[in-house]
């Protein structure tokens, strides 16, 4: 079955940095791979999609994601952090099965320090 | 801007009470999900649906029922809320399955 593991709960960066939000998914090649972001007390919105093909995707906010297979990694990162970023960010992946569902890792929560 | 909506956005309510949790979208979409979600963990399905009058329960085993009488609409109900149903409703759909998922603002429930 597909998962996903983001490595660090939480991280912290200072406004202006670079961020990186690490993110594995375990078994064979994804279709689709995808970033939320979840502001406080807000649902989950869509940051960027991996596509079959694809290497770098770019998504809203200035944010992309990188995908390695032989790393099975799909890391988000932005080169320029803003106060605006400190939200939660999950990396979901299809479940593949009947269900249809996405699989979402733990989430990450990112804090930017002016 | 997703144009799926939940209500209500946050709601206190006694143990024993009957409570039932709004979601409707506007896309058109075929398949809809509830996910639970607690704080530091996954997001956990709770139940899907494939259609109209197509219900399932997902993953994470969860007292609540979910129908599905019109695509746009698919509200889920506690018959009796215990403190144990405190926790964040998130509804979501999408186009197709194993695709991207547009989610709703979410309902936080406390059951005191």
């Known amino acids: 079955a597909q998962s996903v593991t983001q490595l660090g709960s939480h991280v912290s960066v200072s406004e202006g940095a670079l961020v990186l939000l690490r993110c594995n998914y375990s078994s064979s090649v994804p279709p689709y791979l995808f970033w939320y972001v979840q502001y406080p007390n807000q649902g989950l919105q869509l940051l960027l999609k991996?596509?079959?093909?694809?290497?770098l995707v770019k998504g809203i906010n200035g944010f992309e994601a990188e995908f390695k297979k032989s790393e099975t990694s799909f890391h988000l990162t932005k080169p320029s952090a803003h106060m605006s970023d400190a939200a939660e960010y999950f990396c979901a992946v299809p479940s593949g099965g009947s269900q249809g569902n996405l699989i979402f890792g733990k989430g990450t929560k990112l804090s930017v320090k002016p | 801007e997703a144009d799926i909506y939940q209500t209500p956005r946050y709601l206190v309510i006694g143990t024993g009470k009957k409570i039932t949790l709004e979601c409707s979208q506007t896309m058109g979409h075929d398949k809809m999900y509830w996910y639970q979600q607690d704080p530091g963990m996954e997001l956990h399905l709770i139940h899907y649906s494939y259609g109209v009058n197509s219900t399932e329960k997902g993953d994470l085993s969860s007292e609540s029922t979910v129908s599905r009488i019109r695509t746009e609409h698919f509200p889920l109900t506690l018959e009796s809320a215990r403190p144990s149903h405190t926790s964040q409703y998130l509804c979501?759909?999408?186009?197709?399955?194993?695709?991207?998922?547009?989610f709703g603002q979410g309902t936080r429930l406390t059951v005191v």
């Open positions: 979501a759909s999408s186009l197709t399955m194993n695709t991207e998922a547009f």
């Open positions: 991996y596509t079959t093909g694809a290497t």
